[in-house]
């Protein structure tokens, strides 16, 4: 008597089940630990860079640490608008060659050449509102040339930084940036305690520190590495460039939506309020540095997956799990912060303390933020920019609404301000995906 089909694959399937169980175990214990692996290089540098910053806003009178805040924003300001809009199309295109030295290497010496243009007419547009914000707070021509100057020089730095960094993160290479990071940042720390320690720390020693600290590890411990997987050598790719300026005229409206967004609070306040509040913002924003752990993890190694992902099964499953960790890692940093808000506040030191409520407000802020940059991962991964232009009346629109029922000038008025703003690039980023994976969102 003859088995049937099914007596036959009996066997044969349950010896498949065990098999196939070990190579998804394989796969998840791989996954765990290269997110360790990266988390806990990430959380020692972020460590270093938490007890820099509260020496620092320990050490500096509150004037001086709003001119260093100033400066850092000016930073911040500078490298937005210089990346923001490429930033949906490095990705996009550098995945496409990822294994191809020579023309990743063209691809990044593109981007290089194009954000270095930027920079000049970021530069002539957004240095002389900085300007007058560092005069107007009494600050002198002197300080406030050498402090502009280095903020400059250090936006520089971190483009040759980036553009290292991608190569890197393409071939799977993360730990490389992070001990980059963590060479640079201990570097800092002990320059500035060295400072403190010798009574000399102001907002121009310690800006002159944040930008030469960085040289060592960039130039001499991630470049040669970085050269292994792309030829920095290379001529610019006139088909690259073209692409990566398609990318950035869609997505300007984004970059100048992102840049006002995240320089409002600040601006209005040292106009409307005084040099105090600007400190106050400054130095609560230090305590929300925890939540770049999470975030960095996700654009460093999240990043990159999705760029080369070209399976839509696969690339669906890893948006569902990044979101779901997301929303659980963020919720836990809050609710740590509530819970430890008196500590945090006295390591900002006296001058700050008081400051409880705008504390958990401003993480409740980078908390959602963080959530919604998680979540809107494929949207910079895959290039799904396509409507982007709708942007700035979202974001505009909330914001103007919210200025109805603010006080800005206060420190809780700011943050306010700053979450309309998310509200509006939420309601975008949830089109966009929902269109992306349609496949109506690509240009």
Known sequence: MEASPKTMNAPRQGLRLPALEGVCMKRVRRAASLVFSYASLNILGRVVQMITAFMVVR???KTDYAWYSLANNLVGALGMFTVTGIGTGLMPVAGEVAHDRLKLGAVMASAARFRTSLLLVGALTGIPVFVHLLLSSECSVFKTSVLV??????VLINIASQMMTTPLSLVGRYSVPQWENIMNCTLRLLFIAVLIGAGMADALTVMIITVLAPLPSVFAWMLPK???????EQPVDPAATQRLKKHFVVGLPTSLTYLFEAQIATFIIGFMGNIDKVADLGA????ALILQVPLAVASGILLPRMSAEQNQSRLWKLWIGS???SVLSGGAVLFGGWLMRHKLLMLLGPAYAGLEHELVFYLGFQVFSFVVTVVSMPV???????HSWIRPILVFGCQALSACFLDLSTVNGAIGLMCAGSVGNTLLNVFLLFHGWRGRAGL
Do not use: M, P
Request: glycine content about 10%.
């Open 59 to 61: 050490a500096l009178g």
């Open 323 to 325: 979101s779901l960790l």
């Open 380 to 386: 910079q991964s895959k290039g799904w920019v396509r």
């Open 226 to 232: 970085a050269r292994q997987y792309a030829a920095f």
């Open 284 to 287: 609560i924003g230090r305590v």
């Open 149 to 154: 100057t280095a903020a400059l020089v250090s």
